[in-house]
């Protein structure tokens, strides 16, 4: 098992580094995943068996030591018993600070207007908590592709308060919605509140809890789980590293085209920026003419092989 560690500790390293990369080319200040359990988590969760996130030759016993996490977490634990657990998750009283946090955000989020999902939404809505006297911040994780995983980046708000820090997810529900719900799985929706707010193991829960029953959902109508429906996919948006600004304005999106065409993968050199607005002139420069473009956009094969 020791060598397992060892491989696990690369992996995660590795990982790491990637979230970093992205990260690094956006404003606000850098935070790691806040324990190295919340990193081995988010590792554990891209090598699901079915997910195929890491090369085919990757440690057996890496790999046999997931199976046997996965068969633990997922007991008999009946339909009713999950939707007891996510009620119990949303609806603990005995937080004063939750409940302080949740009522400021309902006031705040009144008459803000736009996508409750969108990162202008989102940033209207954490100035407006600054502006009540709370240490609220906009997040934004961003990853690479990592086998059959995409590529993606996700934006939330987090207020930390005595020590403690909290997440604020409006519409939480929708982060979870999957094409052809049975309805137990649609019960489980039934149960989110418009406004989620709780610690982050509170929420580490829920993502586990729904990606069990968003899986098994599926599989029972005979449907393939997409990779940005899978656990490794929607641990990313909230357990990884992340960036977080405090700036009631974006900033730099003037500069945002120069910024993505800077992007790069670790390991490589970032292409050169290529411009794909040419006008005439600079068209006969490089020896094209308009009656050629024409030819390639009319189908002419053997003119198109000459620009290939």
């Known amino acids: ?9 690369r992996v995660a390293e590795a990982f790491q580094g990637v979230s970093w990369a992205r ?18 988590d988010l590792v554990n969760s891209f090598i699901e068996r079915d997910g195929g996130a890491f090369d085919r030759d990757h440690d057996k016993e890496v790999v046999a030591h997931e199976k046997e996490q996965n068969h633990a977490e997922s007991s ?11 009620q119990n998750l949303f609806g603990c009283d005995d937080d004063g600070d939750r409940d302080e946090i949740r009522a400021a955000t309902e006031l705040a989020s009144k008459g803000l207007i736009g996508d409750r999902s ?62 052809r719900p049975t309805d137990k799985y649609t019960s489980l929706l039934d149960v989110f509140p418009q406004i989620f707010v709780g610690k982050v193991e509170d ?20 449907m393939h789980v997409p990779p940005w429906r899978r656990s490794g996919y929607m641990n990313s948006k909230w357990f990884g ?25 670790v390991g490589f050199e970032a292409l050169p920026a290529i411009s794909h607005y040419c006008r005439d002139d600079c068209a006969r420069k490089v020896g094209l003419r308009v009656g050629n473009l024409v030819a390639v956009l009319n189908g002419n094969g053997s003119m198109g092989m000459n620009y290939l």
């Open 1 to 9: 098992m020791a060598r397992v560690r060892v491989r696990f500790e």
């Open 203 to 222: 929420l580490k829960q829920v993502v586990r809890q729904m990606c069990k029953a968003m899986k098994e959902s599926m599989k029972s109508m005979g």
């Open 118 to 179: 969108s990162p202008g939404f989102k940033r209207q809505l954490m100035a407006r908590l600054r502006d009540r006297g709370f240490d609220a911040g906009l997040c934004k994780s961003e990853w690479e592709k990592t086998g059959r995983f995409p590529s993606g980046n996700y934006e939330y708000i987090d207020v930390n308060v005595s020590g403690n820090r909290y997440i604020i997810e409006v519409l939480l529900a929708r982060e979870f919605e999957i094409a």
């Open 23 to 40: 990260l690094g080319e956006s404003s606000g200040s850098e935070h790691s995943p806040e324990s190295f359990t919340d990193l081995s």
């Open 76 to 86: 008999d634990c009946s339909d009713s018993e999950t939707k007891d657990m996510l």
């Open 241 to 265: 590293s992340y960036k977080r600004t405090t700036n009631e304005v974006p900033t730099g999106k003037a500069q945002s085209d120069e910024a993505f065409a800077g992007k790069r993968a």
